[in-house]
């Protein structure tokens, strides 16, 4: 059973910064992609960023381009979100996710993700 727990998640003022932590229970090499997502009450789960294990090539929404930035730590089976100037419109419950196998377009939507974490929130203040 994979387990993906997240944490780093807090109150910031606009401007701020956090950084995200997801653990998986297994080598973060078992699988293909990992990435994160976030919601907003009342409105859909949006992808933030993905990176793609193997390659380490990263993909991000144009919402966060240049602010956030997603890497990986193999030795502890964690992937990161480092997330900067953060905006009120950032505010969400962030959830990370972890990919078995490429998809065809490449671990862009949900269904493209096997195992999900609980989610950790983040809160940003104007």
């Known amino acids: 059973q994979v387990q993906l727990v997240e944490s780093g998640g807090g109150s910031v003022q606009a401007g701020g910064s956090l950084r995200l932590s997801c653990a998986a229970s297994q080598s973060i090499y078992n699988f293909y992609c990992i990435g994160w997502f976030r919601q907003a009450p009342g409105k859909e789960r949006d992808r933030v960023a993905t990176?793609?294990?193997?390659?380490?090539?990263?993909a991000y929404a144009d919402s966060v381009k240049g602010r956030f930035s997603i890497s990986r730590d193999g030795a502890k089976n964690t992937v990161y979100l480092q997330m900067d100037s953060l905006k009120p419109e950032d505010a969400a419950m962030y959830f990370c996710?972890?990919?078995?196998?490429?998809?065809?377009?490449?671990?862009?939507?949900?269904?493209?993700?096997?195992?999900w974490g609980q989610g950790t929130q983040v809160t940003v203040s104007s």
């Open positions: 990176i793609y294990i193997g390659s380490r090539n990263t």
């Open positions: 996710a972890a990919g078995r196998a490429a998809v065809p377009g490449g671990c862009t939507n949900m269904q493209d993700y096997n195992y």
